[in-house]
Nanobody, 121 residues
Framework: QVQLVESGGGLVQAGGSLRLSCAAS????????MGWFRQAPGKEREFVAT????????YYADSVKGRFTISRDNRKATVYLQMSSLKPEDTAVYYC??????????????WGQGTQVTVSS
């Protein structure tokens, strides 16, 4: 069992930056793939970024590529999402998730409660 707690959300002006953190409980953090997702009002949850268990590979949605950076610290059992050049369309609740490799990509088994990010124009 893995429990995830996000933090770092808030209100920021367009063009600004925020860093989200996701702290995990449990001893198996370093064996999990970690991801960030987001859900805007009235929209479905969408993929943002993923990092492999060792941190050697990262994947991003096209909409955030070049602006967001996912990283992890396995000693601290924490995954981060550094967000820069924020746009109003980045406004959403951001969730972190822990998962594993699946046949066709990644599957996520555990989810946090989410943290609100609001970008004003």
């Amino acid at each position: 069992q893995v429990q995830l707690v996000e933090s770092g959300g808030g209100l920021v002006q367009a063009g600004g930056s925020l860093r989200l953190s996701c702290a995990a409980s449990g001893r198996t953090f370093s064996s999990h793939i970690m991801g960030w997702f987001r859900q805007a009002p009235g929209k479905e949850r969408e993929f943002v970024a993923t990092i492999t268990s060792s941190g050697d590979s990262t994947y991003y949605a096209d909409s955030v590529k070049g602006r967001f950076t996912i990283s992890r610290d396995n000693r601290k059992a924490t995954v981060y999402l550094q967000m820069s050049s924020l746009k109003p369309e980045d406004t959403a609740v951001y969730y972190c998730a822990a998962g594993h490799r699946a046949q066709n990509g990644f599957a996520y088994d555990y989810w946090g409660q989410g943290t609100q990010v609001t970008v004003s124009s």
